[in-house]
DNA sequence: CGGCAT
DNA sequence: CGTAT
DNA sequence: GCCG
């Protein structure tokens, strides 16, 4: 055994108390293995726009800056150089005046690695983090007019640090903190550089899909869809083992890195049987699966979707309203009494649903109670939850969340986890998983932040199946204190991103040695997630469920100490989150 | 034929 | 039964 | 609906 690890919290908590006042100055290192003698950069003057970074980030960025740079300016004006992972100029412009960074070096993040690396100042032109800005100083520059110099656009390697360095930064970005940097233990950072996946120790044919790299899109997608039509049909009906077919068959395809062009291909694949395989060929033929054409077009299969997209009903509820002679929205709203479309009370209203089944009184509402108050309530939320949510507002969310929790609790951490994780382009809602590094913060801080952003004007609806604090005298300690809450938000009109649509959004806040675990398990996908579990149970004898990871035999607890550390435990090779996309 | 995440 | 991944 |  290596050396024994220390107790997962830390023991510095007075330390803890540093204020938000040294978020630019503060930076003290991890320890860095070999430090170069000298200052890269004696001459320049650094200014760090931290938007778009993510903590490690930050902490690594400033680290260089502060030990090469002449000075680590607190204010962009002071600064000669600026350096920002932003790489538009609408986005620079909420930290920086224009007409301020159009007179400044405006570089990437890479360009002062290199410069470090490099041992003295790169020329910037391959580093010009916003293309606007390149083109005024190019047509601003007198010396361009001759020759070429450090402000016109280099034909060799330019393209290194703005698309692809883009891509990369605007999905490593899901990790903030209301601390300085060095105000959290570096357990509950994400590691950095960060971790690769290699892609050549998976392997496509495995039955689970946590031992597949699964892309947001892949190269058969058509045929995917094609057969999640049918999988959202069994769904529909009740038929849940045949729709966990169809999801394993997709997530299967979905991992296939070829275009399929014969039934040879399939044959290797899991999942794939007597029923599918015919599926596959016909697609093969003709493009496209009658069966599901077929229930694309039957207006049951449209009737069951469009009630199942009312937040809180479900398949059983969906079929007894078909059942009942509904088929549209219209219907729907006669059925459960919204005051037509003057339903201020929802508009305005701040309202808190309990889970807990009601003592009804049994009589006024005659038996088809069942949650109607909260299913009235979801028809008036429908139009805006259906509404996707781009990467940009994901983050505007987390960060509005974060500045709240940070008035309330300093030096929490959070993570963007869900789709927004995975690399998608849009989400259907926020998932965003907390903690703090003092275990003893966490509780209660769920409610607390649910009910200042509802005193904020910013959640309007809250579902709280909060804490299973059914304080279980088993178990003792941590497990209960993993509270979460299912709520309804708003951005404040303040917010550049403000729209005025409702979203959803999820709070999970787990205690410091339980949140890679969370983050693991809220990441997804849920094919994933399920594979995963399965793996657990099948190789190792674990289960991993929403409260930690156990042995079966002896309950031994295990705490990994990074999202790695989840996959070593389970001796699976890392995986990526944007390799994670194992459903549709 | 039982299991399929929790 | 519905929700979350 | 597929797998061991």
Redesign the pocket.
């Known amino acids: 055994m290596p050396f024994k690890r220390p107790a997962p919290l830390p023991s510095q908590s007075e330390s803890q108390s540093s204020s938000s006042a040294n978020l630019l100055s503060g930076s003290s290192k991890r320890p860095r293995l070999s430090p170069p003698p000298g200052k890269a950069l004696p001459n320049v003057k650094l200014f760090i726009v931290q938007a778009k970074l993510n903590t490690s980030a930050i902490s690594e960025l400033f680290g260089l800056a502060e030990q090469h740079a002449k000075r680590l300016c607190n204010k962009p004006e002071d600064a000669d150089v600026i350096v920002t992972a932003i790489g538009m100029r609408r986005r620079l412009e909420r930290h920086i005046p224009w007409e301020l960074a159009k007179h400044k070096a405006v570089v990437t993040p890479q360009w002062l690695r290199d410069s470090v690396k490099n041992g003295s100042s790169l020329p910037y032109d391959n580093y010009i983090a916003i293309q606007d800005l390149q083109d005024t100083i190019v047509q601003n520059c007198p010396e361009c007019n001759c020759k070429p110099c450090a402000c016109s656009p280099s034909s060799t390697s330019s393209y290194a640090s703005s698309s692809l360095r883009h891509s990369q930064e605007s999905l490593a970005s899901a990790t903030s903190a209301t601390s300085p940097p060095t105000a959290i233990p570096a357990y509950l950072l994400p590691p950095s550089p960060p971790l690769e996946t290699d892609i050549t120790k998976l392997d496509y044919t495995s039955?689970y899909a946590c031992q597949r790299a699964s892309p947001l899109v892949c190269p058969n997608q058509a045929l995917v869809h094609e057969l999640d039509i049918i999988r959202q049909s069994r769904a529909l009906e009740g038929e849940v083992?045949?729709a966990?077919?169809?999801a394993?068959?997709v997530s299967a395809l979905k991992a296939y890195p070829h275009k399929i062009t014969s039934m040879k291909q399939v044959e290797k694949l899991?999942?794939?049987?007597?029923?599918?395989?015919g599926l596959v060929e016909e697609f093969i033929d003709g493009g496209h699966i009658n069966e599901a054409e077929t229930i694309r077009s039957s207006v049951r299969f449209q009737a069951l979707s469009l009630f199942?997209s009312i937040?809180?009903?479900?398949?059983?509820?969906?079929q007894r309203l078909y059942d009942l002679g509904l088929r549209s929205l219209d219907e729907l709203e006669v059925y459960y009494g919204v005051d037509s479309k003057t339903q201020t009370s929802i508009d305005s209203g701040i309202v808190e649903v309990e889970k807990e089944s009601k003592r009804r009184h049994a009589k006024d509402e005659g038996d088809e109670g069942l949650g109607d108050t909260w299913i009235k309530i979801a028809l008036g939320l429908r139009e805006d939850l259906a509404i996707k949510i781009p990467r940009d507002e994901v983050e505007e969310m987390g960060r509005v969340v974060m500045r709240e929790l940070d008035q309330l609790e300093h030096g929490c951490v959070s993570t963007i986890?869900?789709?927004y994780r995975r690399g998608k382009p849009e989400s259907s809602?926020v998932?965003m998983v907390f903690t703090h590094p003092d275990a003893s913060k966490i509780k209660g801080l769920c409610k607390r932040v649910v009910q200042r952003l509802h005193e904020g004007g910013m959640v309007s609806h809250v579902m709280h199946?909060s804490g299973f604090h059914a304080h279980n005298p088993l178990r003792t300690t941590h497990w209960d204190s993993l509270e979460k809450s299912?709520t309804v938000f708003i951005l404040p009109p303040s917010s550049t991103f403000y729209r005025g649509t409702r979203r959803?959004l999820?709070l999970i806040f787990s205690p410091p040695e339980l949140y890679w675990t969370a983050v693991v398990?809220?990441?997804?996908?849920?094919m994933f997630?399920?594979d995963l579990?399965?793996w657990a149970?099948d190789k190792h004898g674990m289960?991993?469920?929403?409260s930690g990871i156990t042995r079966r035999y002896d309950s031994k607890v295990f705490f990994p100490k990074t999202e790695k550390e989840v996959f070593d435990l389970f001796e699976l090779e890392w995986i990526d989150p944007t390799l994670r996309n194992a459903d549709a």
Do not use: E, H
């Open positions: 039955r083992r045949s966990l077919s169809y394993r068959a899991p999942y794939i049987g007597t029923k599918i395989t199942s937040y809180g009903i479900g398949p059983t509820t969906a986890v869900g789709g809602d998932d199946l299912l959803r999820d398990g809220w990441s997804g996908s849920i997630q399920r579990r399965q149970k289960k991993f469920d929403s």
